[in-house]
């Protein structure tokens, strides 16, 4: 009978066929309409805002008056990320819909391949992905979270990031204790120098000493090293930390090192981690398979803003690995952070907080409202977006 005819196909034919057709789906999805009920807004515009205090924020503008803003991670040298946002980016984001996160992601991603997938392109890309999500939260009157499933908790604990190098022991607790006074009951330092290779002056041991000795057994204390030691200098640092009652032991090597990595995490019983400077979630695979991480640390103005962080959260659930995000920026990415903190399970512990002075927080409040910090936990309003709202004329005399 007809119907009952054996047909033999091959491997290579069936899966050339499934590909043609999922190219035309794809193709098709991504001309399609957006859902019935939800608002028809294009993109119309994007516009970089270039901060005198040295930071880049970006701008997304739709034909329905919503607009959305976000922040690169800062580098010296914002002009290069305004053009890659305004040249690159924003040719291919403007006609599209607001609702496109994910297409445009893909074709930036894949369109400009000969910049590279480290630095500047995602970090511009970051900075106008996280635009983008706050003008579909506003668009949708809801909180960009409740886009990425819900709450999975209510407020998120943090800890006070103590950024500046070579502080003397006394000096770092005398710089940490207002903020434990705040309530803090976690920290982290950076004792030592980027990239120094073992060598000039390292008082690691002895400033964390200070502090264990002025916060007590209790106090939880990161100890980030910038990818200052050589693996056998980091394992014997390393054991005194673990003696020392360090929680977390964060790019003690450099970062592309996962042979390292992996050789350092069996011989330590301390978490180790990183991932700053991973900004795909391809490279927070290959620190977790390859280099054996146990706590992954993206950072959304890094990695490509929220559409990636929110994979690179799935990879961790997958993998079992605590994420502790990066987080040196206080208002757009603080925010930003935020919304992934709240809706990712595997966001388990503290997370960053600058306790250093921010031009933006401390000498130009950037923000109407700041973000609500309080007993060592974080907190925002449940408005559309991100959330917060930037001082216009704060931003107009801050551009540069």
């Known amino acids: 009978m007809a119907y009952m ?3 033999r196909t091959s491997r290579r034919s069936w899966l050339s066929g499934a590909a043609a057709g999922a190219s035309g789906l794809l193709a098709g999805s991504a001309q399609a309409a957006v859902p019935p009920g939800t608002p028809k807004l294009k993109i119309t515009d ?27 991670s800062p580098t010296v040298n914002i002009n290069a990320l305004s053009a890659i946002v305004e040249n690159q980016i924003k040719r291919i984001a403007v006609g599209r819909s607001a609702f496109d996160a994910e297409f445009i992601w893909k074709k930036v991603y894949e369109a400009h391949y000969k910049s590279g997938h480290q630095g500047f392109l995602m970090f511009a890309l970051a900075g106008f992905d996280i635009a983008l999500w706050d003008v579909m939260g506003k668009a949708l009157g809801v ?26 022991p006394a000096d770092e607790v005398k710089h940490l204790e207002p903020w ?21 002056t390292d008082d690691t041991l002895d400033v964390v000493r200070a502090i264990r000795s002025a916060f007590g057994p209790k106090f939880r204390l990161i100890v980030d090293m910038n990818h200052a030691y050589t693996v056998h200098r980091a394992i014997q640092i390393g054991r005194e930390l673990e003696k020392l009652g360090v929680v977390m032991f964060e790019e003690p090597i450099a970062p592309e090192d996962y042979e390292g990595y992996a050789r350092l995490c069996d011989a330590l019983d301390m978490p180790v981690s990183a991932g700053e400077e991973s900004c795909t979630r391809w490279q927070h695979r290959d620190l977790i398979v390859y280099g054996k991480i146990d706590v ?30 990066h987080n040196t920026q206080p208002t757009f990415c603080t925010a930003a952070h935020y919304h992934f903190w709240v809706s990712e399970p595997m966001c388990l512990y503290e997370q960053e907080y600058n306790c250093e002075f921010h031009a933006l927080r401390d000498k ?35 551009t540069a």
């Open 46 to 72: 994007v516009k970089t805002y270039r901060l005198k205090t040295g930071q880049i924020l970006v701008e997304v503008f739709t034909d329905g008056g919503i607009t959305g803003m976000g922040e690169c």
């Open 296 to 325: 992954i640390q993206p950072d959304v103005s890094k990695c490509g803003g929220l559409t990636e962080i929110r994979k690179i959260g799935v990879l961790a659930g997958i993998y079992n690995r605590p994420v502790v995000t």
């Open 364 to 398: 130009y409040p950037l923000l109407k409202e700041p973000i609500g910090i309080e007993g060592g936990f974080v907190t925002l309003p449940d408005k559309p977006g991100l959330g917060i709202e930037v001082d216009r004329k704060v931003l107009s005399e801050l």
């Open 5 to 7: 005819t054996e047909q």
């Open 180 to 200: 434990v006074k705040r309530g803090f009951t976690a920290a982290k330092i950076h004792p030592y120098e980027f990239y120094a290779f073992d060598q000039g």
């Open 143 to 168: 909180p960009c979270y409740m886009m990425m499933g819900g709450k999975v908790r209510d407020k998120v604990p943090i800890y006070a990031s103590a950024m500046r190098q070579h502080r003397t």
